[in-house]
C-alpha cells in the first residue's frame, strides 16, 4: 500500500471540464448528492474544492452553503486551503468533499481540518474514484498518461473507512456510481441497472456518506469503602474467657 503523503502535490483539476467525460461525471454526482444531502441537517456546509464548489445542491436541507477553494474561482465563497482551513473549531454543520482527497498532496490533514470544523454529529460526504474500476486500471497503463485521471490518488473505500474510524465518524452509506456512458451511450439500461446490482464495488466512482460521532463524559463518583475494624485473636480470647468467669460470692 503507498504512503498517503506525496513528497509533490499532484496536478489539481481546475474545473470539471478538465476531467475525461467531465460534464456527465459532475451530472451524475449532483444527482446523487442531492438526495444525500436532503438528509443534512444543521446551519452551515461548506463545499471544499474546485469540484465540489461546482456541484448545485438546490435541494439540499441547508441552506448556508460556502464554496471554499485555495485559489481564485468562479464559484468561489471563500478562499482557504483545505488542509488549513480559516474555520473556527466546531463551527460547521457539513462538509461536501467531491474528489479533492483524490487530488491531495496530505489528504490525511484534510480530514484532521473536517474533524476539527465539524459540529458534534455533523455531516460529511466524500466522492473518490475507485481503484478497482475500470478508470482505477486506466491509471496502470502506459498509454493515456497525459490525462488527470493519472494524477488522482484512487484511496479504496476500505481505506477511506479506516480513516475516517480514527477520527470519530460513524459511516452510515457507501454508494457506488456511475455505469451509465462509460458502458454505454444510453443511461438507465439494463446493462447500467444489472452493474448496479451484482457488481457495484467495480463501478468509478464512490460516495461516503459519515457522521461525527461524540461520547459525552459524565463524571462517575468513586465509591468509598470502609476501612474494615481488625482485632487481635488473643485478645478476643482473653476477653472472652474474662467475661466467662464467675463472679466470686
Given amino acids: 500500500m503507498k504512503p498517503a503523503l506525496l513528497d509533490k502535490k499532484p496536478d489539481y483539476p481546475r474545473s470539471w471540464s478538465a476531467l475525461p467525460n467531465g460534464a456527465e461525471r459532475k451530472a451524475m454526482v449532483e444527482n446523487e ?8 441537517f444543521g446551519y452551515h456546509l461548506v463545499k471544499v474544492g474546485n469540484l465540489s464548489s461546482e456541484v448545485s445542491l438546490t435541494k439540499c436541507s441547508i441552506k448556508h452553503c460556502v464554496n471554499m477553494v485555495a485559489k481564485a474561482h468562479d464559484a468561489a ?3 482557504s486551503l483545505s488542509r488549513e482551513m480559516a474555520l ?20 490525511h490533514q484534510i480530514l484532521r481540518e473536517v474533524d476539527r470544523a465539524i459540529m458534534p454529529d455533523g455531516d460529511l460526504a466524500i466522492v473518490g474514484f475507485n481503484p478497482l474500476s475500470l478508470t482505477g486500471l486506466r491509471k496502470l497503463m502506459w498509454f493515456n498518461r497525459q490525462s488527470i485521471l493519472h494524477e488522482a490518488r484512487y484511496f479504496s473505500v476500505p481505506r477511506i473507512k479506516d480513516w475516517l474510524q480514527l477520527l470519530g465518524f460513524e459511516v452510515t452509506q457507501v454508494k457506488y456510481m456511475p455505469y451509465s456512458k462509460f458502458f454505454t451511450n444510453r443511461p ?8 448496479q446490482r451484482f457488481l457495484p464495488q467495480l463501478a468509478s466512482v464512490y ?5 461525527k460521532r461524540t461520547v459525552p463524559l459524565s463524571p462517575i463518583k468513586p465509591k468509598w469503602k470502609l476501612k474494615p475494624k481488625f482485632s487481635a485473636v488473643g485478645a478476643s480470647i482473653r476477653a472472652g474467657g474474662v467475661n466467662s468467669e464467675k463472679p466470686q460470692s
Wanted: with cysteine; hydrophobic share 45%.
Fill in 207 to 211: 460516495i461516503i456518506v459519515a457522521k
Fill in 77 to 79: 465563497g471563500m478562499r
Fill in 88 to 107: 473556527k473549531e466546531s463551527s460547521v454543520d457539513g462538509f461536501v468533499l467531491v474528489h479533492e482527497l483524490d487530488f491531495a498532496q496530505d489528504p
Fill in 188 to 195: 438507465n439500461n439494463i446493462v447500467t441497472r444489472w452493474c
Fill in 33 to 40: 448528492l442531492e438526495h444525500i444531502t436532503q438528509q443534512f
